[in-house]
DNA sequence: CAAATAGTGTCTGTGAGACACTATCCG
DNA sequence: CGGATAGTGTCTCACAGACACTATTTG
């Protein structure tokens, strides 16, 4: 392979590198409150930070220290940055196995006042039961979820702001158009607990309205009728279960009713 | 601000760093055939490939050299990946104002046998009749147009043929789920010139069949006729033209028609 | 029984899809 | 006039949305 010789003749040095390459991860997760039993339950979205502490894991002053961020760190050369993610999700959560979604890389000159620092944002939706033992870790101070509406409000760290606003915008694209949705609920799920995910990022009448979306829910090709199976989780009256199966969506914007 | 004396303390080369942060671009067009006059064009959707060369610009043998490859190029310090893709195009098209969009990261340890090298792969939209004077350059010994069918058969470099798997499908994603099909057609355009650039991505039969697309198109919100104008151009009986105006395109995969 | 959620019967309007037709222009 | 593409009239079927109702269970 004639590659050889061009090897031995390529300095890896002749360009300007960066300084640094990173994985954040925004961890999202429903909050799923039942305040009654038989009651369906009231869910809200939330995105977990991590404020960062005020000294460093060798006791040096923390870059942007106390500011609230998103979990991340350096990616290692023998891993890629989705990799990275899948780790540092494994070492915040302790679970892996979880759904994680590469959206965006954030590479602007100045970002970072460290240097010229590339980081890739990824979501993870993590169900509330596996962030029970969420813990601080040497480079954080605490750890809490947010809702998308208290988020915004923080005092952010580097671009965080901007990163967390597009990580809100594609899960709630994802969850209305694609099954993600399937990642927030159990296996087998009643018509009134799927609408609950999709209530928390939409207000389309057409899913907020009971009878519409529990019609609607048959018809789905991707969605299948549990036989025979039936919960009280949510109410009195015994509710059918579904399951999402692996039949493919998508379509166009110029064939349906948008 | 407590970051300047975090700054002093922080060691930039803490951390093993890339050897090199570049941006590729799959350059897609649409040759539009019109056989006769009168008659709607034969679209078909095409990648601009390189050949890279066997020496690089400084005279020394060239890595991949005589494969087929995406144009692209390093990233500096001073731009984004996108930025750097946005320059590329306008070096490699001489056009700016294209429709350029981000749809992945590729940074597989080994993906590039000159060391760790992240790549940022974006597609572009450029109108047939901007590539017309495309010219190979110092690196390229040729620059050709491929159909999404040949150019899997080519010998392609590095990982670029994930890539340009990834590209196809993100074009063809976004050319039915948004309305970036406007970036191949006039700003007027008539019925048939839409539905033979979707066409180009999709056996939809609603799409592939002249009444029904003829119809839909007066009823998509997004789309709006140009009132009084007509043309020739496809068809001895005038036709109507048509337009994009900026109503937003988004709904739910549980409430439509899918 | 009241209360609460799950689920159905039925009507109306709209649009998708199919068939057959008309309209306009060229040569 | 024949031929080609653009465009319409109309019927049928399916489904969204609204209203009103029934079903199942707990306390």
Do not use: C
């Not at 923080?154 to 901007?162: K, N, Q, S």
Request: no cysteine; charged share 30%.
């Amino acid at each position: 392979m004639s590659n050889e010789k061009a090897l031995q003749q390529y300095d890896v040095k002749k360009y300007r590198t960066p300084d640094g390459y990173t994985s954040d991860i925004a961890v999202f997760t429903i909050t799923s409150e039942q305040k009654e039993v038989f009651k369906p339950a009231e869910m809200e979205l939330k995105l977990m930070l991590i404020q960062r502490s005020a000294l460093d894991s060798e006791g040096r002053p923390n870059i942007e220290a106390s500011k609230w961020a998103l979990p991340g760190g350096f990616v290692e050369e023998t891993e890629s940055a989705f990799e990275s993610a899948q780790r540092e999700l494994m070492e915040e959560t302790g679970v892996t196995g979880i759904h994680l979604k590469h959206f965006g890389v954030y590479d602007k000159p100045g970002r970072d006042p460290r240097g010229w620092i590339i980081t890739n944002a990824h979501y993870a939706i993590v169900p509330e039961t596996k962030l029970v033992h969420r813990q601080a870790n040497d480079d954080a101070d605490k750890v809490e979820l947010f809702t998308v509406e208290e988020v915004l409000n923080l005092d952010l760290a580097f671009d965080h702001r901007e990163i967390i606003k597009d990580a809100i915008k594609a899960i709630t694209n994802d969850l209305l158009q694609t099954t993600v949705a399937r990642n927030f609920l159990p296996d087998h799920f009643t018509y009134s607990e799927l609408q609950a995910v999709l209530m928390t990022v939409t207000d389309d009448p057409a899913i907020h309205l009971k009878q519409s979306f529990q019609r609607k829910i048959k018809m789905l090709p991707f969605i299948e009728e549990v036989p025979g199976e039936t919960t009280n989780r949510t109410s009195k009256k015994p509710a059918k279960l579904y399951r999402f199966n692996d039949v493919e969506v998508g379509s166009s914007i110029y064939t349906r009713a948008y």
